[in-house]
């Protein structure tokens, strides 16, 4: 197809995600025709690296062969029937594989197609279990100020990103915030754990007075990805756990951005050794390939459902659910992590990458260098208004797709970069950098 052809009519037709469309008159899209690993190729001969794993879903590659096969075989088999009445295959096995995983007790799967369809069900299923055993008080939920949960109206009301939300105030339900334990924040000569725990104290005093109203507090453990890669020290996840033990809160894991190895473990939680009442899963979860998501919840909850009673009952579904193409690309995400070892392959992947980073890190136009697991993020001071797109847009030149937030660069690649590939990441990536400051 002709480039510039195609380009008009994905303009004409196509309403871009979050996207100021008229900014499209001054700056082209970039159409992709073929990716294959790490690389998404365009039509003009043209690579660029991946470097945010196409907003965070990819984790070993696009056309991955092993993925490709197991869709393949899963449509030559079945494509999709109902949830409801019906089971399969790939959704039991997928169950089963997941619960075993997971932290321990969250044996029940719920199925729907993307993140925040994940964070409406958690809240909705939270404020339906406290009506459930008797305290339909319950309403409320509590989330971390810069956190991000989705932008359905129910995922909105939970997430704190102004941008986003401002717009839509009127139409959600207010919900508290308390104070992120993003260790930026922690005063001069503070350690990040000594901060998550002064943090901590804000949840307990807010659960403390409101925890009669409150459902859930939902958190993205470990790393606050939308607002810019925020990360804290797993103290602080201890002692929320403890809280909401304490004060009969449901604790909700938003594990869609940082679970399936992101962060150097399967899911964020075991590094803070927790088990929270509700998990959420999506993003990577199919290895980028197709929408799926998925709450696990615990026995508990669980029981709290089930009844004679139909209205007790979860009555929640999306048509979608439990897509068996898609729980069979997850499949073989899950198989990947078995056959090659990826919790410690990506290990050294990420202490490599941490050693190619250093003339980055103690740029003098740098700040906050962080890095958990295979995450990579930092603040460049730079006078050029519009960093990001300046950004965007060079790393376009320097065959690299970067999407920064606002001043703040990340690296989010798929788990299959390779040492030269993280070399060229790290070597353009400066250059980047040194061009805007
Ligand atoms: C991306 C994301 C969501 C929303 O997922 P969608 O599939 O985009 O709806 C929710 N929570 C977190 C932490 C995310 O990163």
Redesign the pocket.
Not at 114 to 119: F, L, P
């Given at each position: 197809m002709d480039n510039k052809y195609f380009l008009q009519r994905s303009l004409h037709s196509v309403w871009h995600p979050c996207t100021q469309m008229k900014r499209h008159e001054g700056l082209p899209l970039v159409p992709i025709r073929s990716g294959r690993g790490v690389w998404l190729h365009d039509f003009d001969g043209k690579r660029y690296l991946d470097a945010v794993s196409s907003w965070?879903v990819n984790l070993f590659g696009h056309c991955n062969p092993r993925i490709n096969a197991a869709i393949v075989a899963q449509l030559d088999t079945l494509e999709h029937v109902m949830l409801a009445g019906f089971t399969h295959e790939p959704v039991v096995r997928l169950s089963e594989r997941l619960a075993a995983l997971a932290p321990a007790g969250l044996g029940h799967c719920f199925y729907a197609s993307?993140?925040?369809?994940?964070?409406e069900i958690a809240l909705k299923m939270s404020a339906h279990y406290w009506r459930n055993t008797g305290r339909p008080g319950k309403t409320g939920f509590i989330s971390l100020q810069n956190g991000?949960?989705?932008?359905t109206l129910g995922?909105l009301s939970v997430t704190d990103v102004a941008l986003f939300r401002d717009a839509y105030g009127p139409l959600l339900q207010h919900n508290a915030t308390v104070p992120s334990p993003d260790w930026r924040n922690a005063a001069e000569g503070e350690s990040a754990e000594h901060f998550a725990l002064r943090c901590a104290a804000h949840l307990e005093e807010h659960l403390q007075q409101h925890h009669g109203s409150i459902a859930a507090f939902i958190v993205?453990p470990l790393v606050q990805?939308?607002t810019g890669m925020a990360m804290y020290h797993p103290a602080y996840l201890q002692r929320a756990r403890e809280l909401c033990e304490r004060y009969r809160v449901h604790l909700i894991a938003?594990e869609?951005?940082?679970g399936m190895g992101r962060t150097g473990t399967m899911f964020a939680c075991e590094q803070a050794n927790i088990s929270p009442d509700f998990l959420?899963l999506?993003?990577g979860i199919s290895g980028g390939y197709l929408?799926l998501?998925v709450v696990m919840a615990t026995d508990e909850v669980y029981r709290a459902f089930y009844s004679d009673d139909v209205a007790r009952g979860f009555l929640h579904s999306h048509s979608y659910t439990g897509n068996p193409l898609a729980c069979s690309a997850a499949l073989a995400t899950l198989d990947i992590f078995g056959q090659d070892e990826i919790i410690s392959a990506n290990r050294a992947k990420s202490a490599y990458f941490n050693q190619l980073a250093i003339p980055l890190r103690d740029h003098p136009q740098v700040r906050h260098f962080r890095n958990t697991g295979m995450i990579w993020a930092f603040e460049v001071d730079s006078l050029h208004g519009d960093f990001a797109q300046r950004c965007f847009s060079l790393g376009l030149e320097y065959e690299l797709l970067l999407r920064p937030v606002g001043n703040t660069v990340y690296f989010m690649p798929p788990y299959v970069i390779s040492e030269e590939e993280m070399q060229l990441l790290a070597t353009r990536a400066l250059k980047i950098v040194e061009a805007l400051t």
């Open positions: 965070w993307d993140g925040a369809s994940a964070t991000y949960h989705g932008e995922a993205e990805g939308a938003d869609i951005a940082v959420l999506s993003k929408p998501s």
